[in-house]
């Protein structure tokens, strides 16, 4: 007995939250910095207030990505503390709410919360406890913001965030905006195993061909990259270069322990691989609303509908005629029982 209003022409207000569905890559970031920034600016300018936003994102990259749109700063942050930019956005992670409750019980400055990649609070639960009390406080101490939950993904996060945000006395039914997907520009292929993409992947960047390789373990992720090294040197396609004693490796792996690597760093504040930089091997750590734009391979090989759209999403698509080519694995019985 969910009662959710979908498109309506209602008034954005407090009691009623709103869910913003999306396909990734489809303009919620520029409906945050062009429609909702110069509103706020607007209001405080006619009332003389000093209203702000408040974005909350679910992985430190990507609240480098938001800060690096809204501000020129480029120092790494600390993801248990929240940043202003841009005088009236502030950007944290859902992390650092639950340390920052104090402070945020006496703010009462932001005229929009939004919870971007909003899935986290069910798709994180199983590595973090804290998904399920993050959420409660963020309703708590939000009760007078507009809360604005955006989601490529919002199948199993919804009835949740229905869930909480119904312990309210005050709740109007959450208004709900869908969005048609379009995924025509993806031309996908299967594989059984990541061993037959080695030799394509490997001629594909030979011919100066970028790609996204998403793989769930940090080890494999390591042996993947010595076994494509290997392939391109059987094959005369050197992945490893002697630049006058410096080495340049043409693939890189990612995994969460990378956030303070600078060549991470660089990739994520650039949003797309470093010049040298033709495969990035990474584990879910990805997965989360980080932006690439010079991608023209994904291979994903994980089975959640949830991830593959995230890891998809990745890889943004630059004009009409851009596409992108899907690897996706083909899933045995063995497979499907795990």
Request: charged fraction near 25%; charge should be positive.
């Amino acid at each position: 007995g969910y009662k959710i209003q979908k498109n309506t022409d209602n008034c954005w207000e407090p009691h009623q939250p709103v869910f913003i569905s999306a396909q990734t890559g489809q303009g919620k970031n520029y409906f945050i910095e062009n429609t909702l920034l110069p509103y706020v600016k607007n209001i405080n300018y006619k009332k003389n207030v000093k209203y702000k936003i408040l974005i909350l994102s679910n992985r430190l990259a990507l609240q480098q990505q938001i800060k690096n749109r809204t501000s020129t700063s480029n120092e790494t942050e600390d993801g248990n503390k929240i940043y202003p930019y841009k005088d009236i956005i502030d950007v944290a992670t859902y992390q650092s709410i639950l340390l920052q409750k104090n402070y945020l019980k006496h703010t009462k400055s932001y005229l929009f919360v939004i919870c971007d990649e909003a899935h986290f609070f069910t798709s994180d639960s199983m590595f973090n406890p804290d998904t399920r009390q993050i959420l409660s406080a963020i309703i708590d101490l939000f009760q007078k913001s507009i809360r604005i939950y955006m989601s490529a993904t919002p199948y199993e996060c919804l009835k949740q965030i229905i869930d909480y945000e119904r312990r309210y006395s005050k709740y109007i039914p959450l208004v709900f905006y869908h969005f048609k997907r379009n995924y025509d520009y993806l031309n996908t292929y299967t594989y059984s195993h990541i061993e037959e993409l080695y030799d394509i992947i490997v001629k594909s960047i030979n011919q100066k061909k970028k790609w996204l390789i998403f793989i769930d373990d940090r080890k494999k992720c390591a042996s993947i990259k010595k076994a494509l090294e290997e392939h391109g040197e059987k094959n005369g396609v050197p992945l490893i270069i002697d630049n006058n004693g410096s080495k340049i490796e043409k693939i890189l792996t990612v995994d969460s322990n990378s956030k303070d690597d600078p060549k991470y760093q660089s990739m994520i504040l650039n949003e797309k691989l470093n010049k040298d930089v033709y495969a990035l091997i990474s584990t879910s750590v990805l997965d989360n609303g980080i932006n690439f734009t010079d991608i023209d391979n994904i291979v994903v090989s994980d089975m959640s509908r949830i991830k593959v759209l995230q890891m998809v999403g990745r890889a943004r698509v630059s004009g009409d005629k851009d596409s992108k080519t899907l690897y996706i694995k083909r899933f045995n019985t063995v497979d499907v029982k795990n």
